[in-house]
Every structure is written in C-alpha cells, then in structure tokens.
T-cell receptor, first 112, second 114 residues
Framework: GNSVTQMEGPVTLSEEAFLTINCTYT??????LFWYVQYPGEGLQLLLK?????DKGSNKGFEATYRKETTSFHLEKGSVQVSDSAVYFC???????????FGTGTRLQVFP | NAGVTQTPKFQVLKTGQSMTLQCAQD?????MSWYRQDPGMGLRLIHY???????DQGEVPNGYNVSRSTTEDFPLRLLSAAPSQTSVYFC?????????????FGPGTRLTVL
C-alpha cells in the first residue's frame, strides 16, 4: 500500500544552519506530495506541495522537489530561524481514495 | 474569522465513559474530517463528511460516531471510551474533498482514557 517514511527526530540545529528533513514514499500511480507544519499548540498548516515529478514546491524559504526516480520529497531550508521550530509532516495523496497519507512527523528544534 | 476550532483542548476519561469532541469551522467549507495522531504513526483518518447530512468512514472508524447536521459543525462521539483511544484528535476542513485543496486544521484535543 501507499506509505510515507520520514527521518526520525528531533532534528536539533543552531540558528542560520542548513536544514534537510528526508521524506521518501511508496505509492501506486502518480501522487501529489505535501509538507505540513505544526507549530507548538497549533494545528497543522500546509507549507508547500508539488503535484508532478520534478516540480519544486516553495514557501517561507522552504523548498522540496518531487523526485520520482528516488521516490523522495526532501524538505530543505538554507538558513533556519528559531521561529521554524515545529513538527514537520510529509504527506502524499492516495490516487485511489483522494485522501492524504501522512508520515510520522519530524520535530525540528532551532536554538539561538 | 476563527478558522477551525476544537473543544475541549484536554480531556481525561475513564474506560467506558462517553463524550463528544466538538469541531466547528466558519469558512463555509463543505468537507470536514477527523484524524487521530499517535506516536510513531502519523495522522490517520477516522471519519469524514463531504457536506451536511453526508458522512463516511476513514481508515480507523471503529469506536467513533459522527454526524453532520450543519455545514459548520462536525462532532466526534466516543460512545464507550477505551484506553486504545488515548490520542490527539484533529479536526480539519477544506473547500472540497480533493487533497489538492488545502486542509485547515484545528489546534487538536488531547484525550487520555484511563
């Protein structure tokens, strides 16, 4: 079945460091891919998405490229801030049910 | 514009007790859904609704009931709580059921069943 695998957390970085959170997927067909972010005490928010291979989603300095050959959608940011501390969820759309399938989430902690 | 609101934020129940988790949205969204979030398992879909009067089961519906009498509200009922239902529950809404439309999530309800 369809699934999403994310790297274990927490990821701990100093401010201005480079961020990569790995996400790989298994899916039939051609799903769309998403990153959601959950800030402390809040619900999830859509961060970015990509709907087809080689698309790059970007928002708030974050980027992720849909790589069909490696079935990956890694999240990157060139210079993180303390305010980026949150839990990040990778997700894909199940092409049969049109429902989201979420990864387990990766907690990011950024220290000054 | 409050978005998606959930009450209560925290709840402790004893096994066998019943309760209703409330969810409301003020964006006139047709599609609403309930997820549970468990450690190491991501979010899993419990029930969803594509409009008032229409509900359907998600991935993990057992032990939960829902109804949708208005566009705004989508309560989740636990008829006889079990420790396996200890989790964080999120309600979400979007303008349609398609995943291509952004889903808006509430802040969650943390439920503990003893």
């Amino acid at each position: 079945g369809n699934s999403v695998t994310q790297m274990e957390g927490p990821v701990t970085l100093s401010e201005e460091a480079f961020l990569t959170i790995n996400c790989t997927y298994t899916a039939t067909g051609y799903p769309s891919l998403f990153w959601y972010v959950q800030y402390p005490g809040e619900g999830l928010q859509l961060l970015l998405k990509a709907t087809k291979a080689d698309d790059k989603g970007s928002n708030k300095g974050f980027e992720a490229t849909y790589r069909k050959e490696t079935t990956s959608f890694h999240l990157e940011k060139g210079s993180v801030q303390v305010s980026d501390s949150a839990v990040y969820f990778c997700a894909l759309s199940d092409v049969n049910t049109d429902k989201l399938i979420f990864g387990t989430g990766t907690r990011l902690q950024v220290f000054p | 514009n409050a978005g998606v609101t959930q009450t209560p934020k925290f709840q402790v129940l004893k096994t066998g007790q019943s309760m209703t988790l409330q969810c409301a949205q003020d964006m006139n969204h047709e599609y609403m859904s309930w997820y549970r979030q468990d450690p190491g398992m991501g979010l899993r879909l419990i029930h969803y609704s594509v409009g008032a009067g229409i509900t359907d089961q998600g991935e993990v519906p057992n032990g939960y009931n829902v109804s949708r009498s208005t566009t705004e509200d989508f309560p989740l009922r636990l008829l006889s709580a079990a420790p396996s239902q200890t989790s964080v529950y999120f309600c979400a809404s979007s303008s349609s059921g398609s995943v291509y439309n952004e889903q808006f999530f509430g802040p969650g309800t943390r439920l503990t069943v003893l």
